[in-house]
């Protein structure tokens, strides 16, 4: 929000609808219906003020915030932090990855392999979405997060098919290690072949 404010002033209706003009959402977790708790609590912090009332026919008021000085800093410094230093992240993906001992490698590689048509059908949304936002008029700068995201599916699908083809080819090292592994525990655990691949 301080970073649509920082382009002009608007109300929060305005405001809400440039954010879903230009997909934010795709990039940034978003909940519209606490809009005007956000702008109070960004108001309350002295990062935005009002600047100006109107109203349109019968609706209701509209107040029109524009950022403040410290709100201006506000975001440069969060922005700032957040292009500088990367952070830790716990993707589902990757905490998945760390658990795939429990799973044995043919059931791996079917899941990872519907993981693949998955990752298709994203990367058409993406370049759809991104095709419309370009017709719509949308400079690239305005939508650069969406080209992240697009390279990182890139990545994580040429990544995961990789894998696949060692799993399949048997190139994989620890493929029979995890196998007596997974037969030990399963055995311990007294489980049936079928109920430990549930």
């Not at 990752?119 to 370049?127: N, Q, W």
């Not at 599916?153 to 620890?174: H, K, N, P």
């Amino acid at each position: 929000m301080l970073a649509a404010l920082f382009e002009r002033s608007m109300h929060p209706y305005e405001l809400a609808g440039m954010l879903k003009t230009r997909g934010k959402e795709q990039s940034v977790r978003m909940n519209y219906g606490s809009l005007y708790t956000v702008v109070d609590a960004l108001a309350r912090a002295g990062f935005i003020e009002p600047v100006d009332t109107f109203r349109e026919g019968r609706r209701p008021e509209r107040t029109v915030y524009a950022l403040t000085v410290s709100g201006r800093t506000e975001l440069k410094d969060w922005l700032s932090e957040i292009l500088r230093t990367p952070a830790k992240e716990y993707p589902e993906f990757e905490s998945g990855l760390s658990l795939l001992p429990v799973l044995l490698p043919e059931e791996v590689i079917r899941l990872l392999e519907e993981r693949i048509k998955a990752l298709d059908g994203r990367l058409a949304e993406v370049r759809g979405f991104m095709e419309r936002m370009r017709e719509s008029g949308l400079r690239r700068l305005f939508m650069i997060e969406t080209e992240y995201h697009e390279a990182l599916l890139r990545a994580e699908q040429c990544w995961v098919r990789a894998l696949i083809t060692e799993f399949q080819g048997g190139a994989y090292e620890d493929l029979d290690a995890w196998r007596r592994w997974h037969a030990e525990v399963t055995a311990d655990r007294g489980f049936t072949e079928e109920e430990s691949m549930h």
